[in-house]
């Protein structure tokens, strides 16, 4: 089997090498690995570096991250369709648990596990698959997106009848498409995690803060629950399913939150 990987750069060098390369160690005999990379512009070597491993580069202007990740997914061959961030990691047996997933859960599309990581690769903590009985209203009733693109593969034909990712949102194309996805049918669950997120402080969540809020706000009004009650039962119940079922990323919340709060203390003046 084909498993295809799409990744969207923009002067992405410095961590490009690790994400080639961690790709490349999960093709296996009986999965190929096509790493596909489209670039909005680079000019650091990104596009160099990537030619050199042999890898498909598609160049040109986009509309934005997913506009870029639509152009290669649409232009490449895997049966499966991954999007891994040029900072991001693929786990080893990763591609293996994604077709073994894919081939005996019979859904569309999978989702697996992550770890977080910082700049350097140190461990900041995991995140389980979430519940494959989430529908789209309990989804954003939980406030955030916790099915991670990095860790999501989708079987071509279920992609296309999507229509891809909707290009006119920038930050949060990817929540609308998993809320999407999830109206149609639920997705194997991956229980062990399959990449690496990379928390640099440079994501785009975290640089248009106020612009990904507003598009949050479009995709819940689409996908509501019919009342308050309702939304804060589902709000509170996955809020409670994640931080029992990820206990090192609630000590690592827990701890942020005392680190912030030591922050905002007054000095004391003696």
């Known amino acids: 089997m084909i498993l295809t990987i799409v990744t969207p750069t923009l002067n992405a060098v410095d961590f490009l090498k690790e994400c080639i390369e961690s790709a490349r160690r999960n093709a296996t005999r009986g999965v190929e690995i096509e790493h596909v990379i489209v670039d909005g512009g680079s000019t650091d070597g990104t596009v160099e570096l990537a030619r050199s491993y042999g890898l498909k580069v598609m160049q040109g202007k986009d509309s934005g991250i997913f506009d870029a990740i639509n152009k290669g997914s649409f232009n490449s061959s895997g049966e499966l369709l991954g999007f891994l961030g040029a900072d991001d990691v693929m786990l080893p047996g990763a591609a293996a648990a994604v077709v073994d997933a894919y081939s005996t859960s019979r859904r569309r599309w999978v989702v697996g596990a992550i770890r977080w990581i910082d700049s350097s690769g140190h461990s900041l903590g995991g995140l389980a698959a979430p519940p494959n009985w989430m529908t789209p209203t309990m989804l954003v009733c939980l406030g955030w997106n916790p099915i991670m693109h990095m860790a999501t593969y989708f079987s071509r034909s279920f992609f296309e009848e999507l229509g891809g990712f909707d290009?006119?949102?920038?930050?949060?194309?990817?929540?609308?498409?998993?809320?999407?996805?999830?109206?149609?049918?639920?997705?194997?669950?991956?229980?062990?995690?399959?990449?690496c997120f990379r928390r640099t402080g440079?994501?785009?969540?975290?640089?248009?803060?106020?612009?990904?809020?507003v598009e949050c706000a479009k995709i819940y009004a689409q996908h509501r629950p019919s009342?308050?009650?309702?939304?804060?039962?589902?709000?509170?119940?996955?809020?409670?399913?994640f931080n029992l079922g990820n206990p090192d990323w609630l000590l690592s919340k827990m701890a942020d939150s005392t680190r912030t709060t030591l922050k905002l203390q007054p000095k004391a003046h003696f």
């Open 227 to 241: 009342s308050r009650a309702e939304h804060l039962f589902w709000r509170y119940l996955l809020k409670a399913y």
């Open 167 to 195: 290009i006119a949102y920038k930050d949060a194309g990817d929540y609308d498409m998993f809320c999407r996805a999830l109206a149609k049918e639920p997705y194997g669950r991956i229980d062990r995690p399959i990449a």
């Open 202 to 213: 440079m994501n785009n969540s975290a640089i248009h803060g106020a612009r990904t809020t």
